[in-house]
């Protein structure tokens, strides 16, 4: 019975992560495929001649069609009807306002590379008796840090919440009233998902787990 334990725990050590990441890109595959496939020409469209549906074929149309739009955008007949359709979208009351708000965020986002937020930190939250995790995402700046007094020492702090980390607030938070963490943002981000179940020491251990149950596969007793 040990044994069967050992085996077993392994077998669910080493299926789990993988069958979830499987599950979650084959549904993020499907998702994007219900919606570009349907677009396709007949011709182009591998699955109205073969007897099977292709997997992830949308999804490598939409990666390709977005890079020819970026080649078509970097030159100047690019460059000209996107400005055209910028100014569309700016004329627009109610579009206008959504289509800022996108822009903004993904020039943000993109312009560090995905590396927006730069520091793990711990801030008192939502009062003063308690602390929670947050991500640094630089000084605050502008008219914000204009209107508080001793805004050229603010933080912006991004704290998430568990366990969907996109859902969070934006705290204005003095320099001295945060905590720098050494765990990086990666590490703390899964600690937060994870409600506070996975650490970066707990992460090492598990990838030495497998080894010790297989380790106790030669017969001794299983604690």
């Known amino acids: 019975m040990a044994r069967l334990r050992n085996y077993f725990l392994t077998g669910l050590l080493v299926t789990g992560p993988a069958g979830i990441t499987v599950y979650l890109t084959w549904s993020l595959m499907s998702w994007v495929d219900s919606w570009v496939?349907?677009?396709?020409?007949?011709?182009?469209n591998p699955d109205t001649y073969l007897p099977f549906p292709v997997p992830g074929y949308g999804l490598v149309v939409a990666l390709i069609v977005i890079t020819v739009i970026g080649f078509l955008t970097a030159n100047i007949v690019g460059a000209t009807i996107f400005s055209f359709s910028e100014t569309l979208f700016q004329r627009m009351p109610l579009v206008r306002n959504l289509y800022n708000g996108l822009k903004q965020i993904f020039s943000s986002v993109l312009a560090d590379r995905g590396n927006s937020f730069k520091q793990s930190v711990l801030v008192r939250f939502p009062h003063a008796d308690v602390w929670t995790i947050g991500f640094?995402?630089?000084?605050?700046r502008g008219e914000v840090a204009q209107r508080l007094e001793g805004g050229e020492d603010m933080l912006t702090v991004y704290i998430p919440t568990t366990p969907n980390p996109t859902g969070?607030?934006?705290?204005?938070?003095?320099?001295?009233?945060v905590v720098l963490l050494e765990m990086s943002v990666e590490d703390a981000a899964k600690y937060v998902i994870s409600f506070g179940l996975v650490t970066a020491e707990s992460a090492e251990a598990a990838a030495g787990?497998?080894?010790?149950?297989?380790?106790?596969?030669?017969?001794t007793e299983a604690e």
């Open 37 to 44: 496939k349907p677009y396709l020409p007949t011709i182009y």
């Open 136 to 140: 640094v995402a630089g000084d605050t």
């Open 168 to 177: 969070g607030y934006l705290l204005f938070v003095k320099r001295t009233d």
């Open 209 to 219: 787990m497998v080894k010790s149950l297989i380790r106790k596969d030669n017969g």
